[in-house]
């Protein structure tokens, strides 16, 4: 074979890479879109000053402590909980998978309503207390999930049954948890169900991004190795894979990243179904690309949403989960619809 | 060279496979052969540790597998599975797969060198940007050869790889496996059904029944009777222009004309 094969190959990776880097200079200029949007409208000139420290005292309030964490908030959430998704819809060979459709976000969110309302977590203790009851509840959904996913009557459509089951199990248990709650309790319980960017803190968005950077090392780490158990598991075994480590511990990272976004914005669905499809239409199945990619497009797609909410009714701020349910929900009938097809 | 010392394997109670011992060396291919159910997939499983066998040993060269990584066993053993599932792969980088025991954090240059030499030997290189979905049957059982054959093993292991094949690619895939094991020197351990594509390509036949072995012989030596033992049916070996063709002369199971 010569040269000119090899130029071929390489000029195709090339070209993905190119996607990945088109894909981040949207993210940017979706986030730029982010800071001009908003009820109180600023400039290009005013958020240039106030980016470069020459704008009013007012404008810096605006921009540094409520529209930049809600962008990085949108960001760091979007990127985990697309990375969730593309990393369960592999190991677990299920195109219909993600954090929502499998219940987990819904076995967090319990896990969170649980610290919020019986130890008023979140309000007087250390955030992490929320986030460890929600990473609690999430891993325990995880584990019910891979059980059933070793069981061989599982299907896709089936795991995706089974995960409806699971959210309406801990749907219900979060309204009996709220029933012992106070009026404000549970105002603030069912505003939260609604997902919303606008309540993350810097140091919670630090906490979301640090589990989604360790998170997306770890998955890039391996990405040889998700391409082979997207062969099958036999034929990732066979090439050395360790699936018996492998399997259980990115589903739990998935789990933990899932667990930190939906206790400090709350249930944000259809992201991470929606934004790895997406992607592998640009990308292909290759993890090599699929992984950022993935956690690019689940940030874009999240920030435009949330822009999308904050304009369509300003000044009233739309909740940002409400919205990615109303596009997601007819995306995952389609895929549901795709499935069928196939078998 | 392969030994296979002793290996058994259970599915809870359910004895699968019991006390299967074969060898063979370099360059040479063992057809397995038996009815469904006998246990044939599961032993070539069971070789390569994709399951762990309860009993028994498999030796390389003379170096026992057992407690080898799994990365180490892929660099010594190939695995070819009935069927693929890297739908979304390119060509490329379905065969440069075949490189993961080896590849640490990305992928050299040597890898491509290798991925680039087996697809120009097994005439894949205008396939090599091709998306998997969009091939052949044929065609994906040469990709699947050629992930196996970049992972430049001592043994290659294929689990009836002509079954879904028309019988122009059967000959084809076979005659790509002669060609890697002789060239190369690869020991093939082969799931087949096909007994005349048993007889005709391959040297030394390892028939199993019920999880065991019952007769390991060369191609030539097979007779009538080793197939009634094994399948169940009466059969004679027929030789036809110097090649010898298995004749199932079982007429009907159930007694209809």
Same mark, same amino acid.
């Given at each position: ?343 | 060279?392969?030994? +296979? ?19 063979? =060396? ?31 040993? +498999?030796?390389?060269? =003379?170096?026992?597998?057992? =407690? ?22 390119? +060509? ?57 054959? +970049? ?107």
């Amino acid at each position: 074979m010569g040269r000119s094969e090899e130029r071929t190959y390489r000029s195709y990776i090339l070209r993905k890479w190119l996607i990945i880097a088109a894909m981040l200079l949207a993210l940017a200029a979706v986030s730029f879109l982010s800071l001009l949007a908003g009820s109180s409208s600023l400039t290009f000139a005013d958020i240039f000053h106030s980016l470069t420290g020459q704008g009013s005292r007012e404008q810096g309030i605006i921009i540094w402590n409520i529209r930049m964490p809600r962008i990085a908030a949108a960001i760091a959430v979007g990127a985990a909980l697309s990375l969730s998704g593309c990393i369960m819809q592999c190991v677990l060979h299920n195109p219909l998978a993600s954090s929502s459709t499998l219940g987990v976000s819904q076995g967090a969110s319990f896990g969170a309503a649980l610290a919020l309302i019986s130890i008023g977590a979140g309000t007087t203790a250390a955030p992490w207390l929320v986030t460890a009851s929600a990473f609690a509840g999430g891993i325990a959904t995880t584990i019910a999930m891979l059980v059933l996913s070793r069981l061989r009557i599982s299907t896709p459509s089936s795991m995706i049954l089974a995960g409806v089951a699971i959210s309406s199990m801990f749907s219900g248990a979060t309204t009996l948890i709220q029933y012992s709650a106070d009026d404000t309790m549970v105002a603030s319980i069912v505003y939260w169900t609604f997902g919303n960017l606008g309540r993350a803190s810097w140091s919670e968005i630090a906490m979301i991004a640090s589990a989604s950077l360790l998170s997306f090392s770890f998955f890039m780490l391996n990405r040889w190795n998700y391409n082979a158990i997207g062969s099958g598991r036999h034929t990732a075994k066979s090439l050395g894979v360790n699936t018996g480590f492998l399997i259980p511990m990115s589903l739990a990272l998935c789990a933990l990243m899932t667990s930190v976004a939906v206790a400090f914005t709350g249930c944000i669905s259809f992201i991470g179904l929606i934004a790895p499809h997406a992607v592998r239409k640009l990308v292909g199945n290759d993890f090599r690309f699929l992984i950022p990619g993935s956690a690019i497009a689940g940030a874009i797609l999240l920030l435009a949403s949330d822009i999308a909410c904050r304009t369509a009714a300003a000044p009233i701020v739309l909740p940002v989960g409400a919205l990615t349910s109303f596009i997601g929900a007819p995306i995952f009938l389609c895929l549901i619809l795709r499935e069928r097809r196939k078998a | 060279m392969i030994s +296979v010392e002793n290996i058994s394997f259970s599915y809870g109670q359910k004895r699968i496979l019991e006390d299967i011992t074969l060898s063979a =060396g370099s360059g040479e291919i063992v057809g397995i052969l038996g009815n469904n159910g006998a246990g044939k997939s599961t032993l070539i499983t069971c070789i390569n540790r994709i399951r762990e066998p309860s009993s028994g040993e +498999v030796l390389i060269n =003379g170096q026992a597998i057992s =407690g080898m990584k799994g990365r180490d066993i892929a660099r010594l053993i190939a695995y070819v599975p009935q069927r693929s599932e890297a739908e979304a792969l390119s +060509v490329f980088d379905c065969i440069l797969l075949g490189r993961k025991p080896y590849i640490r954090w990305n992928i050299a240059e040597e890898d491509i060198n290798i991925c680039e030499r087996v697809m120009h030997k097994l005439g894949l290189e205008h396939l090599q940007l091709r998306n998997m979905d969009e091939l052949s049957g044929g065609e994906q059982q040469k990709v699947m050869i050629a992930r196996a054959l +970049v992972q430049e093993p001592a043994v290659l292991l294929l689990d009836e790889p002509t079954s879904s094949l028309d019988p122009r690619n059967q000959i084809e895939t076979m005659s790509l496996i002669r060609k890697a094991a002789k060239e190369d020197g690869i020991t093939v351990l082969i799931v087949l059904h096909d007994l005349n594509l048993a007889l005709r390509f391959c040297d030394r036949l390892f028939f199993m029944k019920d999880g065991r072995g019952i007769r390991y012989c060369r191609a030539d030596e097979v007779d009538g009777g080793t197939i009634r033992a094994s399948y169940g049916v009466d059969a004679d070996i027929a030789t036809i222009n110097g090649e010898r063709f298995v004749m199932i002369r079982q007429e009907d199971i159930y007694g209809h004309e």
